[in-house]
């Protein structure tokens, strides 16, 4: 069977856009065991029987279990286009209704949903009070104590550029080079929420929840701005914080 990276003769090469709520399955990949329910799995599933044959996605990027996502890009290869109806409200029929398919667009063969990315962006909620919230459980990160954003926002830029993001990379990431592009990075508050909001051409496994940890440390006034770029230059994830829970991540 072809890999959604190798175009099948005659076929339609389609594009969704993907949202979806994580609190509850096993993150993005499908895996060997039915225990763990995956996106990839329920959306395959659901995007086979609409094609009345087995399909295979290719996505922009992995998300972590508990993580959720607001556009998550994929493809996949289609011998007959049903249209984006049936890609889109069809697919939706069959998905959990904490999946959705928000749009269906029918693209060039060389399209591919990873390799034509120019970048990915996720974005890190939190909040604080005095009592967890009910609404938010699973959807935004609490915090019981104050943080300052000014140090925070001020410690983010150290993570702009092209580095080695070894400190904050996961010890069983796959990744070849922990070399990665980071355009955009800022710690800001929006309501009842501060947010790190960070853009890069890619990332490594764990690396926003590991940035968001020690992101955290400098707001908390445990740690002073400058020691992002101390944990960036010893590339060494030992060093660095603990990871942030998967609460409140969004791709």
């Not at 399955?25 to 799995?41: A, F, R």
Request: charged share 20%; aromatic share 8%.
């Amino acid at each position: 069977m072809p890999t959604p990276e190798q175009a099948i003769p005659n076929s339609h090469r389609i594009a969704l856009g993907i949202e979806y709520d994580g609190s509850t399955y096993s993150g993005w990949q499908k895996q060997k065991s039915p225990q763990h329910e995956t996106i990839q799995q329920y959306l395959e599933t659901a995007l086979s029987k609409v094609a009345d044959r087995d399909i295979v996605v290719s996505c922009a990027g992995r998300t972590d279990a508990g993580v959720h996502a607001t556009c998550q890009v994929v493809h996949f290869d289609a011998e007959i286009d049903r249209g984006a109806k049936a890609w889109t409200q069809g697919v939706n029929s069959m998905l959990p209704r904490t999946i959705r398919v928000i749009w269906s667009r029918t693209q060039e063969d060389d399209f591919h949903a990873r390799f034509s990315a120019m970048s990915r962006r996720y974005m890190y909620l939190m909040y604080r009070r005095d009592t967890k919230s009910a609404m938010l459980h699973r959807r935004a990160s609490y915090c019981r104590r104050e943080l300052d954003e000014v140090s925070m926002n001020a410690a983010a830029q150290h993570f702009l550029g092209e580095q080695d993001f070894t400190s904050f990379r996961a010890a069983g990431c796959q990744s070849k080079t922990a070399m990665r592009n980071v355009m955009h990075a800022s710690v800001y508050r929006r309501g009842g929420f501060l947010i790190f909001d960070v853009k890069a051409n890619a990332f490594l496994q764990h690396m926003v929840r590991n940035m968001m940890g020690s992101l955290l440390q400098v707001g908390s006034g445990n740690k002073d701005p400058a020691w992002i770029a101390e944990l960036l230059s010893l590339q060494d994830r030992s060093q660095a914080a603990p990871t942030a829970l998967p609460d409140g991540l969004y791709l």
